[in-house]
Each structure stands twice: as C-alpha cells, then as structure tokens.
C-alpha cells in the first residue's frame, strides 16, 4: 500500500518561510520523480515543483521560481519544499505526489499516481 503522508503546513506571515515534507512508504520511490501541487478554492491542482528520481534536476512553476526549492532524501524516501518570501497568494492546500514511470518528470497533475492527503498552508498579510 503506497502511502504519502505530508506535514510542515501552518500560518505564517508573509515574507516568512515554511518547509514541507512529504514521507513515502510502501515502495522503493528512488526510482521515481516527485511533485509538488497545490489547489486554491474553487480551482483545479496546479504545479508547483518537480524533481527528479536521483534529485539531479528540479523545475518549478514561474510563480515560486526563485523563493520554493524542492528537494529529497531517498534514504528516507521523503520529499520537501522549502517555501520563503511567501505571500498571500501562496495561501492553498499543498499535496505532494509520486509520478511511477521510472526516471521520467512531469509537470502534469493527471500523470501522478499517488496522492498525499494535502497540507494547508495560510499567508497572512
């Protein structure tokens, strides 16, 4: 049973800083690109951040370039996303999910099989 469990979700301020986690169980995810995604009220999941199976490559949407880093621990089998500077509009549930064609990324939502239950993140002004 593939399970992805996120956590680090809370309130900050904006201009502050949050770091999720995403912990993987139930399958060797070394193999596999991991992702990033949130959703806004009332909208489809958009595209975060992206990395590689072996971390060597990452992509992030142009909104997040420069202030999200996504990054990975295989010996862990977890996934995180440091987020700074982040303002309001960054205010979204945040999931993270796991792409099972191996060595491949994608920026796509419908291309990931698994989804974590999502964590709520919230940017006060």
């Known amino acids: 049973q593939v399970q992805l469990v996120e956590s680090g979700g809370g309130l900050v301020q904006a201009g502050g800083s949050l770091r999720l986690s995403c912990a993987a169980s139930g399958r060797t995810f070394s193999r596999y690109a991991m992702g990033w995604f949130r959703q806004f009220p009332g909208k489809e999941r958009e595209f975060v951040a992206v990395i590689s199976y072996s971390g060597g490559r990452t992509d992030y949407a142009d909104s997040v370039k420069g202030r999200f880093t996504i990054s990975r621990d295989n010996a862990k089998n977890t996934v995180y996303l440091q987020m700074n500077s982040l303002k309001p509009e960054d205010t979204a549930v945040y999931y993270c999910?796991?792409?099972?064609?191996?060595?491949?990324?994608?920026?796509?939502?419908?291309?990931?099989?698994?989804w974590g239950q999502g964590t709520q993140v919230t940017v006060s002004s």
């Open positions: 999910a796991v792409h099972t064609t191996m060595y491949i990324m994608t920026m796509t939502p419908r291309n990931y099989d698994y």
